[in-house]
């Protein structure tokens, strides 16, 4: 198994920056693609970034696409999403996911972390 444990959410103003980070522990954690998710309330859990296990391949969600950058460093088994340019529409929980595919399906990721509150006040 893989345990996954968001960091980094916070209270931001519109325009402002925050960086995520995804600490990872169990199976190796190169070995598995990764991806970001978020879940604003009453809303299902949306794609917002995935990257291949070498970092090399990376897709994004159109909303945040030249706004928001995924990135991993394998040797420190973390997992980072830089936010820029926040709006306020990016305010919800977000939740970072592992899986051996690379894909952008929530349903297919295998392990989750417990999430953290990204607010973007206006």
């Known amino acids: 198994q893989v345990q996954l444990v968001e960091s980094g959410g916070g209270l931001v103003q519109a325009g402002g920056s925050l960086k995520l980070s995804c600490a990872a522990s169990?199976?190796?954690?190169?070995?598995?693609?990764t991806g970001w998710f978020r879940q604003a309330p009453g809303k299902q859990r949306d794609f917002v970034a995935a990257i291949s296990t070498s970092g090399e391949t990376t897709y994004y969600a159109d909303s945040v696409k030249g706004r928001f950058t995924i990135s991993r460093d394998n040797a420190k088994n973390t997992l980072y999403l830089q936010m820029n340019s926040l709006k306020p529409d990016d305010t919800a929980v977000y939740y970072c996911a592992a899986d051996p595919r690379l894909t952008t399906a929530p349903s297919l990721y295998h392990y989750w972390g417990q999430g953290t509150q990204v607010t973007v006040s206006s």
């Open positions: 169990g199976r190796t954690f190169s070995a598995y693609a």
